[in-house]
């Protein structure tokens, strides 16, 4: 009887011997490990079973020189599955038009503001008794 695997993952992984290491938090220690096979949405790592991990970490690949935010996904004795993480993009990029007329926007807030507050302060000097102001 011939015994069927089934593939979980979306891409292929390369088989690999890369070193790398984890971190858990900033400035806290880190755990080297041995990365097996790699993929563009995870890796298959070995670390000592008796190393705690949680459930998100940094993977260094050191020697890619890149950093992934990784998600355990499996463990089983030493053998570790993670998930890669998508990073946040750290701006979106505003077409230079749409800021120009935010700037302009602003500038007719900032103005109007600036006439409110004239209105409002000859309004005050009307209602205020004959006699009373300078």
Known sequence: MQRMIFERRDATRERSLLGASISTAPNASTTECLVRDIGPGGARIMVSDAVPLPEMFDLTLHARREVRRSRLIWRRSDAVGVAFVQPRPAAVPV????????????????????????????????????????
């Open 95 to 134: 077409p230079l038009e749409l800021m120009r007329e935010l700037r302009a926007a602003r500038a007719e807030t900032a103005a109007l503001r600036l006439r409110l507050a004239d209105l409002q302060e000859k309004s005050d000097r009307q209602r205020e008794p004959a006699g009373t102001h300078p």
